[in-house]
């Protein structure tokens, strides 16, 4: 099995590689987080934009699987599948969900706006999706899974959540109205026990015992990780190469590749830190070349050049066996380009390290400036056709992380990719 995740905040262009990648494999499975994702894959002249599916969806030869280690909102996925439906494509056929995929509920999202309400100016910056009250019930021992929507008995399940949620709502001053979203929800049920619960462990293993091809794909980033990112700005599940063997059920000695997608500089949605961060017209050009805005939330991301502590880190704590550069082309409208290579601490002394208090300490980035490379074109077939500055960028990368390039995107069409 081989993992493709982010090494960053995120939003890093995962769903556009697994689409473009999906083709060599047979199987296609996510293994954490929800409908906080957005996948965003470009093909035909059309945008396609995913939150729970796996990005392996619109090539039918390939089975997709969403994994025990995601949260599962069936309002959402029922509007995501009916997108499918309007294109052609037949879901029913060749997507499976995990039993054991922990639920969100109506009052989930609310507890979530509740609770992020309540914080104030400490508020994480969360999508309101419901996410992180719904890994709270399943570390409590009291989630629904996806595998109690098939039972006789899943209303009186679902009734002993809903009253346990009003007592929180309540205590925490939020004003409920449920008719709407429940009947929404109770429908978006009934039309999910149209696909496939399974044991999804027992299938990819099985799938690998046969020799197939099997790419956890995952959402969100490492510097985002419940455990190793920047905390508590963070999201509530295990975003590094660790969470797709508990998020799948596969044991370790069965991953081959570790395949690390990062931009060629930095975003961020939301609060928290974010050493490199601009906030001047270079980080507002950076916005507006790339388009930086979440395809979940629409908010403007957060803009700044690359930050090497950070990749180095994320490149460490995954074990990464090869790196894809995204949205090379975006940095093509600079004469100049900026990496951080050092942070300088309070002190006045340099690391390279990310600071276990990164939230409260002050961190000057140290730049190394590179020159700039102008426009990729389209028809570009190999590396040494590439620019000669861009050259030096992407080999600085791999001498500063000790891991390979294996491909850079140069524009969200599948087509706008080379492969090394």
Same mark, same amino acid.
């Given at each position: 099995m081989d993992i493709l995740l982010g090494l960053q905040w995120g939003d890093e262009g995962k769903g556009k590689i697994v689409d473009f990648l999906?083709?060599?494999?047979?199987i296609i499975a996510r293994f954490q987080g929800g409908p906080n994702a957005g996948h965003t894959l470009h $093909?035909?002249?059309?945008k396609h934009v995913l939150h729970q599916i796996p990005s392996g969806i619109f090539h039918t030869q390939i089975q997709n699987i969403i994994g025990n280690g995601v949260v599962f909102d069936p309002v959402i996925f029922k509007t995501e599948i009916q997108k499918l %439906?309007?294109? +052609? =494509?037949v879901p029913t056929r060749n997507l $499976?969900?995990?039993?054991?995929?922990?639920?969100? =509920?109506p009052t989930h999202r609310m507890l979530d706006a509740a609770q992020e309400r309540n914080k104030g100016k400490d508020k994480i910056g969360s999508t309101l999706k419901g996410i992180s009250p719904a890994y709270q019930d399943k570390i409590a021992r009291a989630g629904l899974r996806v595998g109690d929507l098939f039972e006789d008995d899943f209303e009186d399940r679902y009734d002993r959540s809903l009253k346990r949620h009003l007592q929180? =709502? %309540?205590t925490l001053g939020y004003e409920v109205d449920l008719a709407q979203e429940q009947a929404a929800f109770f429908s978006a049920v009934k039309f999910l026990r149209e696909f496939k619960g399974i044991n999804s462990e027992y299938m990819i293993s099985k799938a690998l015992d046969e020799g197939k091809s099997v790419l956890a794909e995952g959402a969100q980033g490492t510097l985002l990780d419940i455990d190793f990112g920047s905390y508590p700005f963070v999201t509530s599940s295990n975003t590094t190469a660790s969470g797709a063997c508990s998020g799948l059920g596969v044991a370790p000695n069965r991953i081959k590749k570790v395949l690390g997608i990062f931009k060629a500089y930095c975003t961020r949605v939301g609060s928290g830190p974010f050493p490199t961060e601009l906030h001047d017209k270079t980080g507002e050009k950076l916005r507006e070349q790339g388009a930086e805005f979440g395809? /979940? /939330? +629409?908010r403007p991301r957060r803009c700044g050049w690359l930050d090497l502590p950070a990749l180095r880190y994320a490149v460490m704590i995954n074990g990464v066996t090869e790196l894809l550069m995204m949205k090379t082309d975006v940095l093509s409208a600079f004469d100049q380009v900026e990496i951080c290579t050092h942070y300088e601490l309070p002190d006045g002394s340099h690391t390279q390290e990310l600071p276990y208090d990164l939230c409260e300490t002050e961190i000057k980035p140290i730049y190394q400036k590179f020159e700039g490379w102008g426009s990729i074109p389209k028809n570009v077939e190999k590396f040494e056709d590439l620019h000669p500055n861009l050259q030096k960028y992407i080999a600085f990368v791999e001498a500063q992380t000790g891991v390979g390039i294996s491909l850079i995107s140069f524009g969200p069409d599948r087509t706008e990719t080379l492969m090394r």
């Open positions: 999906a083709p060599k494999y047979d $093909f035909d002249g059309k %439906q309007d294109r +052609g =494509l $499976f969900i995990s039993k054991k995929a922990q639920v969100i =509920l929180m =709502l %309540q395809a /979940t /939330t +629409g």
